[in-house]
């Protein structure tokens, strides 16, 4: 699952369908689990995008 919090600057992450590929240029300042954090994964094409 590609979430925010997980993700670190310069990680790519690809969609298995399109091939839409995206560069983590920040690291998410969010905290896990506090309010308000990110909670959806990254998706596209209607699913969820992997690291490469």
């Given amino acids: 699952m590609?979430?925010?919090s997980e993700m670190?600057?310069?990680d790519v992450?690809?969609?298995p369908t399109c091939?839409?590929?995206l560069q983590v240029k920040t690291t998410c300042s969010c905290e896990p689990g506090k309010q308000g954090s990110c909670s959806v994964?990254?998706?596209c094409c209607g699913r969820e995008m992997i690291k490469k």
Avoid: D, I, S, T
Wanted: charged share 15%.
């Fill in 2 to 4: 590609a979430n925010c």
């Fill in 8 to 10: 670190k600057a310069g």
């Fill in 13 to 15: 992450f690809v969609c």
């Fill in 19 to 21: 091939g839409l590929e």
């Fill in 41 to 43: 994964p990254l998706q």
